[in-house]
């Protein structure tokens, strides 16, 4: 189905509706919408695992793609710590200084900026 009709139809009928069904609606919408996160194979598994020790060691800035759940993000960071016993990675994001803590498996890809 189009999505120009999709919305016309919101559009035409929300005013009839509770808010909360108009949520309910927009939630399935989104569901729709989800992205699998994607199956790497071990060469891409190694291949990032050696991009964020040599990231870390050399204090190089990564763009790392992972999934969230529900889509794929990306973000720019630096590595500050990896763990192989919880198979956790923290970073710091460039521009915020937040740390971020993400597993391992949910890592899809990294590049070194």
């Not at 800035?61 to 969230?68: F, K, R, S």
């Not at 803590?101 to 890592?107: A, P, Y």
Request: glycine share 4%; net charge negative.
């Amino acid at each position: 189905m189009d999505n120009r009709n999709r919305d016309r139809g919101t559009i035409k009928w929300t005013s009839l509706m509770l808010p909360e069904h108009v949520e309910m609606i927009k939630q399935v919408w989104k569901e729709d919408e989800r992205v699998e996160k994607p199956i790497l194979d071990e060469q891409q598994l190694e291949e990032i695992g050696f991009k964020l020790q040599q990231s870390m060691s050399d204090h190089l800035p990564l763009e790392v793609t992972y999934h969230n759940g529900f889509d794929l993000s990306t973000m720019k960071v630096k590595v500050i710590k990896i763990d192989p016993y919880t198979q956790k990675v923290s970073f710091t994001e460039i521009k915020g200084e937040h740390r971020i803590t993400l597993d391992f498996d949910k890592i899809t890809d990294v590049y070194i900026v």
